[in-house]
T-cell receptor, first 116, second 109 residues
Framework: GAVVSQHPSWVICKSGTSVKIECRSL??????MFWYRQFPKQSLMLMAT?????????EQGVEKDKFLINHASLTLSTLTVTSAHPEDSSFYIC????????????FGPGTRLLVL | KNEVEQSPQNLTAQEGEFITINCSYS?????LHWLQQHPGGGIVSLFM???GKKKHGRLIATINIQEKHSSLHITASHPRDSAVYIC???????????FGTGTRLTIIP
């Protein structure tokens, strides 16, 4: 089946630094990818929709200047958490919909971010 | 009120029991997903439904569009089924998913 990978799987950084997370579709092309954030014991919250070749669409309350999204190719989207703060510590997950009549969502394994 | 409600929030059962997890939603949808999230965080898509019923191994998912309700059933439950099960709906006209809060299932040997 289709696979979506994320890198890194976990990262620890100091407050004020920027962290880049990559999301790749390994065996299919994705013109759209989604970025989610999940705090402990809570469900996934959609942060933004990443669109290949155009600007990302951000959900209400998500700062676009803090969470930079670049959909560089049909298989790669990146999320950069700029000037990270401890409250940005979370589990970040991407997903990509497959194409076709049986469209489904393939999720990446997630990136656990801890900001000290 | 959340657009997607799941029940129960937590469920503990003995190995072998028949499990039912429910999902109700309040918006018009084009599809409903059942997802499984293991303790490490990785998410697997179990089913995508737009009508009727689907079966995969010991898992069965049903949806009633008129009643805006879906159920996920697990037959002959096993400890490896222990996970968080999440219902997510895709609204008509866009690809975004709205997620339920999840049901934490624990199967005791």
């Amino acid at each position: 089946g289709a696979v979506v990978s994320q890198h890194p799987s976990w990262v620890i950084c100091k407050s004020g630094t920027s962290v880049k997370i990559e999301c790749r579709s390994l065996d299919f092309q994705a013109t759209t990818m989604f970025w989610y954030r999940q705090f402990p014991k809570q469900s996934l919250m959609l942060m933004a929709t990443s669109n290949e070749g155009s600007k990302a669409t951000y959900e209400q309350g998500v700062e676009k200047d803090k969470f930079l999204i670049n959909h560089a190719s049909l298989t790669l989207s990146t999320l950069t958490v700029t000037s990270a703060h401890p409250e940005d510590s979370s589990f970040y997950i991407c997903s990509a919909p497959s194409a076709g009549a049986q469209e489904t969502q393939y999720f990446g394994p997630g990136t656990r971010l801890l900001v000290l | 009120k959340n657009e997607v409600e799941q029940s129960p929030q937590n469920l503990t059962a003995q190995e072998g029991e028949f499990i039912t997890i429910n999902c109700s939603y309040s918006v018009g949808i084009s599809a409903l997903h059942w997802l499984q999230q293991h303790p490490g965080g990785g998410i697997v898509s179990l089913f995508m439904l737009s009508s009727g019923k689907k079966k995969h191994g010991r898992l069965i998912a049903t949806i009633n569009i008129q009643e805006k309700h879906s159920s996920l059933h697990i037959t002959a439950s096993h400890p490896r089924d222990s996970a968080v099960y999440i219902c997510a709906v895709r609204s008509r006209g866009n690809e975004k998913l709205t997620f339920g809060t999840g049901t934490r299932l624990t199967i005791i040997p």
